[in-house]
């Protein structure tokens, strides 16, 4: 599971492989990117293709909260407390899923239309890994070109508006939101992580696929790169 990666690339060269016509990010900060940042994405605007942010971490399916909820109001009860189980239920904090693999899940399918699909830059990304002794240590990858930050998109989805509790603390926010596809993993990321790697979109023909095909053709996508196509840096 993907769970860090890093963007380095300027707003200009997004849009350009994007083929986005307008931006509202500013002058963006290269930065390594974690959970529930607010990271780039490239989306619909209506006909247009928008550069624009949100935070990573799409809603968690409905069992999920209900699990994390029934868990809580158990520990409650045993505590002798009194439980309003849809108010905790509403109340369930939801940090968010970074990475989609089931597509013909019934909670994905939605947002799989074109108009909820999105492109997300980054130059390098992780999967978790352990040094000598044991300890975590993200190993890093990227394209295997000679360019060191070289620009490419993960095959991402996105809603807008959503509302739910990301953090206790902060309480009910409404935020734009986006996770992306992982599929099947190719060297040299099999040999670190065994599970998935990130659906990785490199030729303008994926891109166009991605943002515009029906989902028969789209779903094609969610495939891993060839192996010897990222190296570890």
């Given amino acids: ?49 928008i550069l624009t942010a949100a935070r990573w971490g799409m809603p968690s ?12 109001a158990d520990k409650l009860r045993a505590k002798g407390k009194d439980v309003d189980f849809s108010k905790l239920l509403e109340m369930e904090p939801d940090s968010g899923t970074t990475n989609v693999r089931n597509t013909s899940s019934s909670h994905w399918k939605p947002w799989l239309k074109p108009e909820n699909r999105c492109l997300v830059p980054f130059t390098a990304f992780s999967e978790p890994g352990r040094d000598a002794e044991g300890r975590y240590q993200p190993v890093w990858f990227k394209l295997a070109v ?23 603390k902060t309480g009910m926010e409404t935020c734009d939101l986006f996770a992306f596809l992982t599929t099947e993993p190719s060297e040299p990321v099999k040999s670190v992580h065994p599970k998935a790697m990130p659906v990785i979109l490199t030729e303008p023909d994926e891109i166009e696929a991605w943002m ?14 060839a192996d010897g196509a990222l190296v570890v840096i």
């Fill in 146 to 168: 000679d360019d060191p930050e070289p620009l490419a998109f993960f095959a991402g989805v996105h809603v807008q508006d959503w509302t739910c509790v990301r953090k206790i």
């Fill in 212 to 225: 515009t095909a029906p989902w028969e053709i789209a779903r094609e996508l969610q495939r891993p790169l």
């Fill in 1 to 49: 599971m993907c769970n860090l990666y890093r963007q380095r690339s300027g707003p200009q060269a997004i849009m350009d492989m994007a083929k986005a016509m307008r931006s509202d990010v500013g002058n963006m900060e290269p930065r390594d990117i974690y959970p529930d940042y607010a990271a780039p994405i490239v989306r619909w605007e209506g006909d247009e293709r």
């Fill in 61 to 72: 399916s409905r069992k999920a909260l209900m699990d994390a909820a029934t868990k809580r």
